[in-house]
T-cell receptor, first 117, second 112 residues
């Protein structure tokens, strides 16, 4: 079974600074997707960024980028120019890309990010 | 385009009762998944429906059940509620079973 580990329960960053959240995963599959979701106090899970395992290029979405190291099974999220609105719980998630049947999202335990003004 | 809609947002039930939660996916999405989120266990997969068929089920007791209608709307039901069922229940919809999932705001269930 796949597992996702986020080793940093809490992180903090100064406004306008850069922060990196870590995520490692374990799988025997070669084709899969990785995601970062953000959950603010409103509790709605918001998709931040997605990475396909077959793509070597790291995904980028505005101030959010990832460092995907497939061999090391590492998938970190970098937030640049941090804003107060970035304060939230961040979840790393894995999903198999196999065609047979559904493959649920497997989530890490989350990292709570605080942004200091 | 409307997002994923979950109703109700909040529920308070008594032990032993049953509850039904509803989820309307994004228009065109045929896959609906349900997750339970608790402080202790984190996010755990309950089940997934695709075109009215349950395709996968998580490790939850039979008290947890669900269904999907022809318009892709989904319901989940929990019978004989226990205190430990208190949680945030999140619904997610996807275009297909293996693409990115978009979540609703969740239903906060409190069992007293």
């Amino acid at each position: 079974a796949q597992t996702v580990t986020q080793s940093q329960p809490e992180m903090s960053v100064q406004e306008a600074e850069t922060v990196t959240l870590s995520c490692t995963y374990d799988t025997s599959e070669s084709d899969y997707y990785l995601f970062w979701y953000k959950q603010p106090p409103s509790r709605q899970m918001i998709l931040v960024i997605r990475q396909e395992a077959y793509k070597q290029q790291n995904a980028t979405e505005n101030r959010f980028s990832v460092n995907f190291q497939k061999a090391a099974k590492s998938f970190s999220l970098k937030i640049s120019d941090s804003q107060l609105g970035d304060a939230a719980m961040y979840f790393c998630a894995y999903r198999s890309a196999r065609d047979s049947g559904n493959t649920p999202l497997v989530f890490g335990k989350g990292t709570r990010l605080s942004v200091i003004a | 385009k409307a997002g994923v809609t979950q109703t109700p947002r909040y529920l308070i039930k008594t032990r032993g009762q049953q509850v039904t939660l509803s989820c309307s996916p994004i228009s065109g999405h045929r896959s609906v998944s349900w997750y339970q989120q608790t402080p202790g266990q984190g996010l755990q997969f309950l089940f997934e429906y695709f075109s009215e068929t349950q395709r996968n089920k998580g490790n939850f007791p039979g008290r947890f059940s669900g269904r999907q209608f022809s318009n892709s709307r989904s319901e989940m039901n929990v019978s004989t509620l226990e205190l430990g069922d208190s949680a945030l229940y999140l619904c997610a919809s996807s275009w297909t079973a293996n693409t990115e999932a978009f979540f609703g705001q969740g239903t906060r269930l409190t069992v007293v």
